[in-house]
Structures are given as structure tokens and as C-alpha cells.
């Protein structure tokens, strides 16, 4: 109980580090890549973010999923991939040598679809090298480069105002 604390105040002290020194780069590229993260808690249809990768032309194989659930048996699902607690150590190291790829690519784009304040989603999302960063509202700003304010449950309006805003601002092949 003792280390858990201690654990979490370093990781929380390394995302503060990582989101104060983060450098927003909106080029005028067209995206090519896509990348999504999301809790398994709040959301399991799959089907949703193909969709949305269709939409705004994203190959298939240039979009890669992840998901999150702090239930260790959850890893079993059918999409790309699933991460718990135990990937993450101290001072925001990344156990899992499959999260730690996805978060080395550099996706054209990041969504991270989901409202929690679990720290190891805001991690992968910290930690990513995507481009340009899409999510929910979050309490921390930094997060993201467009924060787009909907409820989980409310995909459609969330999908339409990504292909909006990426239609603003020419970031969608035509």
C-alpha cells in the first residue's frame, strides 16, 4: 500500500513532466494514420471506430486500436489490443512491448475515446507520438490538441464533429 502510493505520485509527478514540456504540432498533412484508445469500461463497440477510420479514409491498415480495463481478464477480447495496471511501472515505464510500440508510432492521429481519470489511460495518451491529438473533454487540457465535449454514448455526434473538424482543417484525403 505504502509503494502503491509512492508509485503513483512519481507517475503522476513524470505525466506532469511530459504534458508541461509537449509540443503542438497541427501540420497540414493529410492523415494516413490512425490510432484510438479507449476504455474498455466505458465502451466496447469496436465496430464504431472502424467506421469512424472509413469516414475519414483511413487504410485499414494504417488504423490500430487499444483498449484499457483495469480487469485483468478483459484481455482476452478480439480486437488489437488490451492493457491493465500491470503494464505500467514507476516513473511512467512501459512494461508491454506491444503498448510500447503503439505509443512509438507516429499515428497522423490519436483518439482517445474516454472520460476517466484513470492515469494510465492519460499515460498512453501523454506518451504517444501521434501528430495530432482528438479526445473527450478531460480535466487536464494538455491532453489533447481538439478536445470535442460529448457524452460516450453519443458516438455519432462525436464522430461528426472529428470529421468536421478535420474537414476544417484539410487533414482528410479527398
Same mark, same amino acid.
Given at each position: 500500500? %505504502?509503494?502503491?502510493?509512492?508509485?503513483?505520485?512519481?507517475?503522476?509527478?513524470?505525466?506532469?513532466?511530459?504534458?508541461?514540456?509537449?509540443?503542438?504540432?497541427?501540420?497540414?498533412?493529410? #492523415?494516413?494514420?490512425?490510432? #484510438?484508445?479507449?476504455?474498455?469500461?466505458?465502451?466496447?463497440?469496436?465496430?464504431?471506430?472502424?467506421? +469512424?477510420?472509413?469516414?475519414?479514409?483511413?487504410?485499414?491498415?494504417?488504423?490500430?486500436?487499444?483498449?484499457?480495463?483495469?480487469?485483468?481478464?478483459?484481455?482476452?477480447?478480439?480486437?488489437?489490443?488490451? %492493457?491493465?495496471?500491470?503494464?505500467?511501472?514507476?516513473?511512467?515505464?512501459?512494461?508491454?512491448?506491444?503498448?510500447?510500440?503503439?505509443?512509438?508510432?507516429? %499515428?497522423?492521429?490519436?483518439?482517445?475515446?474516454?472520460?476517466? &481519470?484513470?492515469?494510465?489511460?492519460?499515460?498512453?495518451?501523454?506518451?504517444?507520438?501521434?501528430?495530432?491529438?482528438?479526445?473527450? +473533454?478531460?480535466?487536464?487540457?494538455? +491532453?489533447?490538441?481538439?478536445?470535442?465535449?460529448?457524452? +460516450?454514448?453519443?458516438?455519432?455526434?462525436? &464522430?461528426?464533429?472529428?470529421?468536421?473538424?478535420?474537414? #476544417?482543417?484539410?487533414?482528410?484525403?479527398?
Amino acid at each position: 500500500m %505504502f509503494l502503491r502510493a509512492f508509485k503513483e505520485n512519481s507517475n503522476k509527478k513524470y505525466l506532469n513532466k511530459l504534458l508541461s514540456n509537449r509540443y503542438v504540432n497541427v501540420g497540414d498533412s493529410k #492523415i494516413e494514420s490512425l490510432g #484510438i484508445i479507449f476504455n474498455l469500461g466505458e465502451n466496447e463497440d469496436f465496430g464504431l471506430f472502424k467506421n +469512424l477510420a472509413s469516414k475519414i479514409k483511413v487504410n485499414p491498415n494504417n488504423f490500430k486500436v487499444i483498449g484499457f480495463s483495469r480487469d485483468k481478464k478483459a484481455n482476452l477480447n478480439t480486437w488489437d489490443l488490451c %492493457f491493465n495496471p500491470d503494464d505500467f511501472g514507476w516513473n511512467g515505464v512501459i512494461k508491454h512491448v506491444e503498448l510500447q510500440s503503439f505509443l512509438d508510432k507516429k %499515428f497522423d492521429v490519436l483518439i482517445s475515446y474516454y472520460l476517466s &481519470e484513470d492515469f494510465e489511460l492519460k499515460l498512453m495518451t501523454a506518451k504517444s507520438k501521434a501528430q495530432f491529438k482528438i479526445g473527450n +473533454l478531460q480535466t487536464d487540457f494538455r +491532453l489533447n490538441d481538439l478536445i470535442i465535449n460529448t457524452n +460516450l454514448n453519443e458516438f455519432d455526434v462525436f &464522430e461528426n464533429e472529428v470529421f468536421k473538424y478535420l474537414t #476544417i482543417l484539410n487533414k482528410i484525403k479527398k
